[in-house]
């Protein structure tokens, strides 16, 4: 049932992109097709009022409809090389995203957000560390980020290496952070190996909420901050073969 849906949005984006596009696009006298850039949406680098105006819902609603539009390719378009030096004097960006190392998962991309809009840390697995606790205490309590988004991914490797119990070099101590994933996930049906694609998904899942039990167990200040209200922590899963973000409850 699961092939089957991701089959139904895979045909749906693809019907959406050609849709989308061709609003876009006109022949010219010549022939060509040019690009109406009248239609197409710019974004620029984002200000201090403007993130601090900025809600945890509007900003998880944000990167929502970013994915959306990454899904039917209608990305927004951005002058990076203006970006760049918009963003010298200061940043603030309205979210920081944990995510994989795998290059198959472009995060801005994957959100349609561009230089100055959040921050991204990346490790194997996306699990939680000291280090990566304080990067996300700097982006949230300094530089005043208003969403964490823990985000896994179908088909990491990480999380096949640590099912499959492999043994190499420093990845094996980075692989037993996924372990307490592993031995949580017991609901689906068939044996647990990284060969069970939905045995795989649901460690992911539960990868990606052991994270953020973490996050507030390790970290009185953003804790605080979540009780508050000032910020929101939140977790996800990229399913690859569709681009699209499910966002956990």
Known sequence: MKEYFRLFVFILACITTLSV????????ES???????????VEEILTAEERDALSPNDVLMELRAGNERFVRSDLTARNHSVQIRESVAGQYPKAIVLSCVDSRVPVEDVFDKGIGDMFVARVAGNFINKDIVGSMEFACKVAGAKLILVMGHENCGAIHAAIDDVKLGNITSMLS???????ISNVVEGEKSSKNRLFVHEVSENNVRLAIEKIKKDSPILNEMKENGDIEIMGAVYDMDTGVVNFLE
């Open 21 to 28: 596009g061709a609003q876009h696009l006109t022949p010219s």
């Open 31 to 41: 022939g060509k097709i040019e690009i109406d850039e009248s239609q197409i949406l």
């Open 177 to 183: 952070n996924i372990e307490p994933a592993i031995k």
